[in-house]
């Protein structure tokens, strides 16, 4: 048996910024993770400066590929607009590897099935011992499937469903665009350069709202690749997208349980108007490890909640 001050399921953006906060306290802890690093992740990989900052790094210390976006083209209801704007894109490839390493924890190449609590603690797999459990496996994390789905499971409403591919394309278009509500999207669509020849594109859309007006998300999808070939955005490229499920912030969810913790997707903390879920990721993984290091109380619902703002208004973004 393994016994530590903290296990930590998941290490991506969450679970790792946990890890860090409590490994620069000299807390005891270990990640567990399904996934050998570096993996992949979908996701456009956009993040605001706010997550510069949450992670106390300037962005020209990243090391990584980064790419600044200066201006983004919207469409709203098929009117384009430039929109300037100073945000950051990343390849979660990339990004979640260096965060791994830089929380300084040591992580265990296991996927976590059975959670059981005994005196005082958790026990993972007849294997882990620990007294505080932080759940950051995202979606389908295993500490939120055991201990808080029976209890307060997360609302089908707020599900969101994607398809995404991100790929190398020669002399592709460096224009950031976003699509919204287009073709009756329930949400929006996103083409986005990136550094060294990548581009992501995607759609996204909530899941019960598709359903009500009979659409779904691949005839969504098929419809969104014709407009990117017709205004020739995808070169010889025929995309073969991916699909993952996540969720927009729950009203009213409990986020701990005693000594277990849900952090970033497992606990459905994503923004509600962009599906933004890196930062309030990172900003989660930051709260609980604050809270078990000092028992400052627990309180992710205070994460920002819309991220549109920041994105569009200059002034917002200061805060
Ligand atoms: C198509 C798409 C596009 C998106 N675009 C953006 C964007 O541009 N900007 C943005 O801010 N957000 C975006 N998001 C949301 C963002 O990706 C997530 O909110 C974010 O990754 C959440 O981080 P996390 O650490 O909570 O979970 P994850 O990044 O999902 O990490 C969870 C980790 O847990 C591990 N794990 C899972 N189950 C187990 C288990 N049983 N045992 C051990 N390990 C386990 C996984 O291997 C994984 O490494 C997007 C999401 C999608 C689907």
């Given at each position: 048996?393994?016994?530590?001050?903290?296990?930590?399921?998941?290490?991506?953006?969450?679970?790792?910024?946990?890890?860090?906060?409590?490994?620069?306290?000299?807390?005891?802890?270990?990640?567990?993770?399904?996934?050998?690093?570096?993996?992949?992740?979908?996701?456009?990989?956009?993040?605001?400066?706010?997550?510069?900052?949450?992670?106390?790094?300037?962005?020209?210390?990243?090391?990584?590929?980064?790419?600044?976006?200066?201006?983004?083209?919207?469409?709203?209801?098929?009117?384009?607009?430039?929109?300037?704007?100073?945000?950051?894109?990343?390849?979660?490839?990339?990004?979640?590897?260096?965060?791994?390493?830089?929380?300084?924890?040591?992580?265990?190449?296991?996927?976590?099935?059975?959670?059981?609590?005994?005196?005082?603690?958790?026990?993972?797999?007849?294997?882990?011992?620990?007294?505080?459990?932080?759940?950051?496996?995202?979606?389908?994390?295993?500490?939120?499937?055991?201990?808080?789905?029976?209890?307060?499971?997360?609302?089908?409403?707020?599900?969101?469903?994607?398809?995404?591919?991100?790929?190398?394309?020669?002399?592709?278009?460096?224009?950031?665009?976003?699509?919204?509500?287009?073709?009756?999207?329930?949400?929006?669509?996103?083409?986005?350069?990136?550094?060294?020849?990548?581009?992501?594109?995607?759609?996204?859309?909530?899941?019960?709202?598709?359903?009500?007006?009979?659409?779904?998300?691949?005839?969504?999808?098929?419809?969104?690749?014709?407009?990117?070939?017709?205004?020739?955005?995808?070169?010889?490229?025929?995309?073969?997208?991916?699909?993952?499920?996540?969720?927009?912030?729950?009203?009213?969810?409990?986020?701990?349980?005693?000594?277990?913790?849900?952090?970033?997707?497992?606990?459905?903390?994503?923004?509600?108007?962009?599906?933004?879920?890196?930062?309030?990721?990172?900003?989660?993984?930051?709260?609980?490890?604050?809270?078990?290091?000092?028992?400052?109380?627990?309180?992710?619902?205070?994460?920002g909640r819309f991220s549109a703002v920041d994105i569009f208004v200059p002034w917002a973004r200061l805060r």
């Open positions: 048996m393994i016994e530590t001050d903290v296990v930590i399921i998941g290490g991506g953006p969450a679970g790792s910024s946990c890890a860090w906060q409590l490994h620069q306290h000299g807390i005891q802890a270990i990640i567990l993770d399904k996934a050998r690093f570096p993996r992949d992740k979908l996701c456009a990989g956009w993040i605001t400066p706010r997550v510069f900052r949450a992670l106390r790094l300037g962005e020209d210390r990243y090391p990584h590929t980064l790419t600044t976006v200066r201006r983004i083209v919207v469409s709203l209801f098929r009117t384009s607009f430039p929109v300037r704007t100073t945000q950051y894109a990343i390849r979660r490839v990339e990004f979640d590897d260096w965060l791994l390493k830089r929380s300084g924890i040591p992580v265990h190449h296991h996927r976590a099935k059975d959670i059981s609590v005994q005196a005082g603690g958790f026990v993972i797999d007849r294997t882990f011992r620990c007294r505080f459990l932080v759940g950051a496996g995202g979606t389908n994390c295993p500490v939120y499937r055991s201990l808080f789905a029976p209890v307060s499971p997360r609302r089908p409403e707020r599900m969101i469903v994607t398809l995404e591919e991100e790929f190398r394309l020669e002399g592709a278009d460096q224009t950031c665009r976003l699509w919204f509500f287009d073709n009756r999207l329930p949400g929006y669509a996103w083409y986005v350069p990136k550094a060294d020849g990548y581009v992501n594109i995607g759609i996204g859309a909530k899941f019960r709202s598709l359903n009500a007006r009979g659409q779904n998300i691949r005839t969504s999808w098929n419809t969104f690749v014709e407009m990117l070939s017709k205004r020739s955005l995808l070169g010889g490229h025929r995309p073969s997208p991916r699909g993952h499920a996540y969720y927009l912030r729950q009203p009213h969810m409990p986020y701990r349980r005693g000594n277990a913790f849900l952090i970033g997707d497992s606990a459905g903390l994503a923004s509600v108007d962009m599906g933004e879920g890196i930062g309030p990721a990172v900003e989660s993984g930051l709260k609980s490890a604050r809270s078990i290091i000092d028992g400052t109380p627990y309180r992710p619902e205070s994460i």
